[in-house]
C-alpha cells in the first residue's frame, strides 16, 4: 500500500484549547508506567486535509472579495473522471502532446465541471444547520456528507463574510474534498479560503493549521512543517498542526524528530489522529508489534464511524504489509461496515482479495475504486492485475490505466501538487523510465524518506545504474521497516550488481513477509530466486 502519512483523519474536537480532563486512554501514561506503547504496542501511520473560495478581482486594482462556490456533487465527479478518460484516451497520442498544455485542459476541464454543477447554489441541507455563531466545525465534516457541509459552510459566509472561523474550517474542507475525491483543482481554492481567514484574523491558529495540511497534501512537506509551527507557536494544542508536524517530518525523513513530535502530540492531544500517527512512526522503525497495539486501542476507543473506518483500515495496511489477508481482510470489512464508501478501505480490501488469491474479486473492486476515483495507487494495482490476468485485451486494458497515471499527475501538478514520487513510481515500471529517474531524483533532493530512498533506487536500476542504486535500495531497507516491495527491490538491485548471496537474502525475506505483495513483483522475485536457487 502507498504510504498513508499525509492522509487526514477526522477531528472530532470543536476546539483546540487545552483539554482540562480527557476521558480517552493515553499512550503516554502508559508509556511512562513501561508497559504499553512502548514496549507492547506498534505503530501506524496518520494521514491529510480540507476547504474553498474563490477571490474575484473587482475593478482595476481596486481590490478583490472572496466569495464561495458550491462544490461539484456525484455529476461534477462523473465529469471530472470522464474528462480524465478522455484526455488518457490512446495513451501513446496523450504522452506525445506537450505536459504543460495537458495539464491546463485537465484543469479546465475539472473547474469546469465544479462550476458548472455549484455556481450559486445553497447545496441542501447536509451535515447540520449552520448557526451564525460558528458554523461548522472540521469535526461536524468529518462525521457528514463532506459536500453538503461544503455547502452549508458556503451559504454561511455568503450571509457572514467576515467568519474567519467559517473560511478556515471551508479551506481545511476543500483540502479533504480534494484528497478524498482525487480533484486536486480544489487545492488553489483551499488556499484562497484560508488566506482569506488570515486577512480577515493574521495569525489564527486554526488557518495556520489549515495551511500546513495543504502543504502536506501538495506534498511540500517544509511548507507543512513551518505553517505547522507557526500554528503551534499561537496556540501549543492545535490538534491538525500536532498532526501535520509528524506528518511532515516523517516525509522529510527525519524519523527521530517524528517520534518526538508524535511524544508531544500524544501528551497534548491524545486521540485517534495522534495514535494513528504515533503507530506508524513505530512501523516505519519496524516495531510491527507496537503499531497494532496502538491502533487495536485507537480502534476500541472510536465511536464516530469516520474514526472506525479509518482506525481499521489503518489496522488492515498493517496486517496486509506483513501478509496476514485474512486478518486484513477482517479489517476492511470493519471498516466497510462504518462507511461502505471509505476508498482506502476499498482499495486495501482489493488488494487483499488479490494477495489471497481472489483476482475476480480484486479486479473488480478496483474497477470500482478507479471509476469514481482515478488515483495513481488504484489506477497502477488494476493494471497490473489486468496484466496479470493476461485475457484477450487485457493488455490495453491496463496500458489505459497508465495512462490515465499521466493525466492524474499532469492534473495534480495543475493544482499545486508536487508529483514527482507518484510520477517516480509509476513511470519505473510501466512508463518513461528517464522521466521516472529524473522525478526521483528531484523528490530524493526534497525530502529523504525511506519512500524516496526506495523509489530512487528502483528508477537508477531500470535505466542501467545498479552500482548507483544499491545505497539508496540499502538506505530504503536500514530503519527496520517491513516493506516487502522494498526488500524485492532492493534483492533485484544486488543480483544485478552481482552480490547474488544478498539477492537471495532480501528476495526470500521479500516473498516471505508478504507473497502477494504485487501481481507483477512477487511473480517476478519468485522467478528470479528460483534462478538464484539453481545457480547455487
Not at 503516554?28 to 486535509?49: F, I, L, P, Q
Not at 478583490?64 to 461539484?72: I, K, M, Q, R, S
Not at 465527479?77 to 504543460?100: K, N, P, S
Not at 475504486?369 to 496479470?388: I, K, N, Q, S, T
Request: aromatic fraction near 6%.
Amino acid at each position: 500500500m502507498p504510504p498513508r502519512t499525509t492522509d487526514s483523519t477526522p477531528e472530532r474536537r470543536d476546539d483546540d484549547r487545552a483539554p482540562s480532563t480527557d476521558p480517552e486512554p493515553r499512550i503516554t501514561g502508559e508509556r511512562e508506567g513501561g508497559a504499553a506503547a512502548g514496549a507492547g504496542a506498534d505503530s501506524g501511520k496518520g494521514v491529510d486535509s480540507s476547504s474553498d473560495a474563490r477571490h474575484a478581482e473587482t475593478g482595476s486594482g481596486a481590490g478583490h472579495t472572496a466569495t464561495p462556490h458550491a462544490p461539484a456533487g456525484d455529476d461534477g465527479t462523473d465529469q471530472r473522471v470522464a474528462a480524465m478518460r478522455r484526455a488518457a484516451d490512446g495513451g501513446r497520442r496523450w504522452r506525445a502532446l506537450h505536459m504543460a498544455g495537458c495539464a491546463v485542459l485537465l484543469a479546465v476541464a475539472v473547474t469546469g465541471g465544479a462550476v458548472a454543477f455549484g455556481g450559486g447554489q445553497d447545496g441542501g441541507s447536509g451535515v447540520a444547520a449552520v448557526s451564525a455563531a460558528g458554523a461548522l466545525s472540521p469535526g461536524d465534516l468529518a462525521r457528514g456528507d463532506l459536500d453538503a457541509g461544503i455547502a452549508s459552510l458556503q451559504k454561511h459566509l455568503r450571509a457572514q463574510p467576515r467568519d474567519f472561523g467559517s473560511w478556515s474550517t471551508l479551506g481545511v474542507a476543500y483540502v479533504e474534498q480534494a484528497r478524498t475525491k482525487g480533484d486536486p483543482s480544489r487545492y488553489p481554492q483551499a488556499e484562497r479560503a484560508l488566506q482569506r481567514s488570515l486577512e480577515l484574523e493574521p495569525g489564527n491558529d486554526r488557518a495556520l493549521a489549515g495551511q500546513a495540511a495543504l502543504a502536506a497534501a501538495r506534498h511540500d512537506f517544509p511548507g507543512a512543517l513551518n505553517h505547522a509551527d507557526r500554528a503551534l507557536k499561537q496556540n501549543p494544542y492545535n490538534e491538525r498542526a500536532l498532526c501535520t508536524r509528524i506528518d511532515a517530518l516523517v516525509e522529510l525523513g527525519r524519523y527521530d524528530d517524528a517520534a518526538k513530535a508524535a511524544d508531544t502530540a500524544d501528551d497534548r492531544r491524545p486521540g485517534v489522529p495522534v495514535f494513528t500517527r504515533y503507530a506508524y512512526v513505530h512501523e516505519l522503525r519496524g516495531d510491527v508489534r507496537t503499531a497494532r497495539a496502538v491502533l487495536e486501542r485507537a480502534l476500541g476507543s472510536a465511536s464516530a464511524p469516520a474514526d472506525i473506518a479509518y482506525v481499521a483500515t489503518a489496522l488492515g495496511q498493517l496486517a496486509w504489509n506483513q501478509g496476514e489477508y485474512k486478518t486484513a481482510l477482517g479489517h476492511y470489512a470493519r471498516a466497510l461496515a462504518a462507511d461502505d464508501a471509505y476508498l482506502p478501505a476499498l482499495e486495501g480490501r482489493a488488494r487483499a482479495q488479490a494477495a489471497s488469491g481472489d483476482r475476480a474479486a480484486a479486479v473488480t473492486g478496483l474497477e470500482q475504486v478507479v471509476a469514481r476515483f482515478p488515483l495513481p495507487g488504484p489506477l497502477v494495482a488494476l493494471g497490473e492485475l489486468y496484466e496479470a490476468r493476461g485475457a484477450d485485451g487485457d493488455r490495453a486494458k491496463a496500458g489505459d490505466q497508465y495512462a490515465l497515471v499521466d493525466a492524474w499527475t499532469a492534473l495534480a501538478r495543475a493544482g499545486g501538487v508536487n508529483a514527482d514520487l507518484d510520477s517516480a513510481m509509476a513511470a519505473a515500471d510501466h512508463g518513461d523510465k528517464k522521466e521516472a529517474l529524473r522525478s526521483a531524483r528531484a523528490e530524493w533532493d526534497r525530502r529523504r524518506s525511506v519512500h524516496t530512498a526506495d523509489a530512487l533506487a528502483w528508477a537508477l536500476h531500470v535505466n542501467g545504474r545498479d552500482e548507483e542504486a544499491l545505497p539508496y535500495a540499502r538506505r530504503a531497507t536500514a530503519t527496520g521497516y517491513r516493506n516487502a516491495v522494498f526488500l524485492y527491490h532492493r534483492g533485484v538491485i544486488e543480483r544485478a550488481a552481482g552480490d547474488e548471496r544478498a539477492a537471495r537474502t532480501h528476495l526470500k525475506a521479500a516473498l516471505d513477509l508478504n507473497p502477494g505483495f504485487s501481481p507483477l513483483g512477487a511473480r517476478e522475485a519468485r522467478t528470479a530466486l528460483k534462478d538464484l536457487e539453481g545457480n547455487r
